[in-house]
Antibody
Framework: QVQLVQSGAEVKKPGASVKVSCKAS????????MHWVRQAPGQGLEWMGW????????NYAQKFQGRVTMTRDTSISTAYMELSRLRSDDTAVYYC????????????????WGQGTLVTVSS | SSELTQDPAVSVALGQTVRITCQGD??????ASWYQQKPGQAPVLVIY???NRPSGIPDRFSGSSSGNTASLTITGAQAEDEADYYC?????????????FGGGTKLTVL
């Protein structure tokens, strides 16, 4: 079955960077866009951007431009999201989510989601 | 970017029908999708496109759209439907290749 498994929880100091991984299985990794979404404690969902796993092309939400980098390693079917210059308000659960469109068609419907990675930013 | 607006909280009696709405300009151009999130869990897609359910989602969940409003309807709500529900759609302004989410609706089943 299609599955996304993310890396474990992280604790970082302000100003540091964090890199979260998302390992895909059960489908052709290079055939579907991958999105990243975060959720601060007690808050709603916030879209961060997507990566085309085939070309490596990316599109980031304006809010994160200059601080976020999405990459992938096709040899191990894994997507990565790196966020730099961390602040306390970056404390959140970070999710990867596969776009539902196949053959590299963007549909902006997310299915499935990874289990989430808690990133805590604290001095 | 455009915005999607949801009521923060809605309640429904067990077995009754409830509609959760999502409003925004992007919905005039693009379909919404809907996600159910239970405490401590990742979101799950329940409705996408015009009115499609992923496999495993009960048929009591349905979607509709009119103008700038999308709706998620649960016909015969069950106790296990108590959760937060989020809508999203493609962004229609600013980042046209991006996504906007609603703020979420907390559904209580009484």
């Amino acid at each position: 079955q299609v599955q996304l498994v993310q890396s474990g929880a992280e604790v970082k100091k302000p100003g540091a960077s964090v890199k979260v991984s998302c390992k895909a299985s059960g489908y052709t990794f290079t055939g579907y866009y991958m999105h990243w979404v975060r959720q601060a404690p007690g808050q709603g969902l916030e879209w961060m951007g997507w990566i085309n796993p085939n070309s490596g092309g990316t599109n980031y939400a304006q809010k994160f431009q200059g601080r976020v980098t999405m990459t992938r390693d096709t040899s191990i079917s894994t997507a990565y999201m790196e966020l730099s210059r961390l602040r306390s308000d970056d404390t959140a659960v970070y999710y990867c989510a596969r776009d539902k469109g196949g053959q590299l068609v963007l549909l902006w419907w997310f299915d499935p989601w990874g289990q989430g990675t808690l990133v805590t930013v604290s001095s | 970017s455009s915005e999607l607006t949801q009521d923060p909280a809605v309640s429904v009696a067990l077995g009754q029908t409830v509609r959760i709405t999502c409003q925004g300009d992007s919905l005039r151009s693009y379909y919404a999708s809907w996600y159910q999130q239970k405490p401590g869990q990742a979101p799950v897609l329940v409705i996408y496109g015009k009115n499609n359910r992923p496999s495993g989602i009960p048929d009591r969940f349905s979607g509709s759209s009119s103008g700038n409003t999308a709706s998620l309807t649960i016909t015969g709500a069950q106790a296990e439907d108590e959760a937060d529900y989020y809508c999203n759609s493609r962004d229609s302004s600013g980042n046209h290749l991006g996504v906007v989410f609603g703020g979420g609706t907390k559904l209580t089943v009484l």
